[in-house]
Nanobody
């Protein structure tokens, strides 16, 4: 049974940084592409970033590129999202997701999800 546990959210001032973590179990981690998505109040869930199983390929939403970095540690079965230069519009619940195979950016392509972690950026 695949399990994903998101953590690391919190309250931060604009311009600050946070690092989210997603610990996984029940899967051969290196065979899975991992993604981060977010959902702001009153909005649809949207793609943030994704990374291939071996960590060599990444993809980002335009709104976070050059501010956020996705990376993974396959020895710890964990994926991370380093978020720098945070803005109030980054406020959302952040979810990690897993899919067996190559990197995708559409949430329907991901079969397993974490419970989400709240990120709040104050102005």
């Amino acid at each position: 049974q695949v399990q994903l546990v998101d953590s690391g959210g919190g309250l931060v001032q604009a311009g600050g940084s946070l690092r989210l973590s997603c610990a996984t179990s029940g899967l051969t981690f290196s065979n899975y592409a991992m993604g981060w998505f977010r959902q702001a109040p009153g909005k649809e869930r949207e793609f943030v970033a994704a990374i291939s199983g071996n960590g060599r390929s990444t993809d980002y939403a335009g709104s976070v590129k050059d501010r956020f970095t996705i990376f993974r540690d396959n020895t710890k079965n964990t994926v991370y999202l380093q978020m720098n230069k945070l803005k109030p519009e980054d406020t959302a619940i952040y979810y990690c997701a897993a899919r067996r195979g190559i990197v995708r950016t559409t949430q329907s392509d991901f079969g397993s999800w974490g419970q989400g972690t709240q990120v709040t950026v104050s102005s």
